[in-house]
């Protein structure tokens, strides 16, 4: 698989990938969730970005996506996909804001930037964090 094959194969499978992991304030907007993943994803740092994510996107699309590239847990496959990314790419997701956040009762839809690249990921409220439920889909 070519490098830009498999990034938009981790932001677009399922999107918005579901795991659970050590708690973080949960004054965490949905904003600064989808950054924190985006930043995190882009510098590599796995354990981080998949904290971000939902208990069943990480026991079940994170899984699949390691599986792909040789590894078996969330952060192999975000370490994985990271080190498929140009400098350039990677510095992208390390600059992603939030442009615009809509809550409804516990879920929310963030859009964001990521560079030249603009995306959409969904969360849900979960333990009083906000955790990315669907994987963020870039266009």
């Known amino acids: 698989m070519s490098k830009l094959t498999l990034v938009p194969l981790f932001l677009l499978l399922g999107a918005a990938a579901a795991l659970a992991g ?31 994510l939902t208990e069943e996107t990480r026991r079940v699309i994170a899984p699949r996506v390691a ?41 929310a839809e963030v859009r964001f930037r990521a560079g030249k690249a603009r995306g959409v990921a969904k969360l849900r409220k979960a333990d009083d964090r906000w955790k990315i439920s669907l994987l963020p889909q870039a266009r």
């Open 67 to 107: 599986q792909k590239l040789g590894g078996r847990s969330c952060p192999d496959a975000v370490r994985a996909l990271r080190g498929r990314l140009t400098a350039s790419q990677a510095d992208a997701f390390k600059e992603a804001t939030a442009t615009r956040v809509k809550v409804k009762g516990e879920t």
């Open 22 to 52: 050590c708690g973080k304030s949960d004054s965490e907007s949905p904003g600064d969730t989808v950054t924190a993943y985006l930043k995190a994803f882009g510098a590599g740092e796995g354990e981080e970005a998949c904290d971000r």
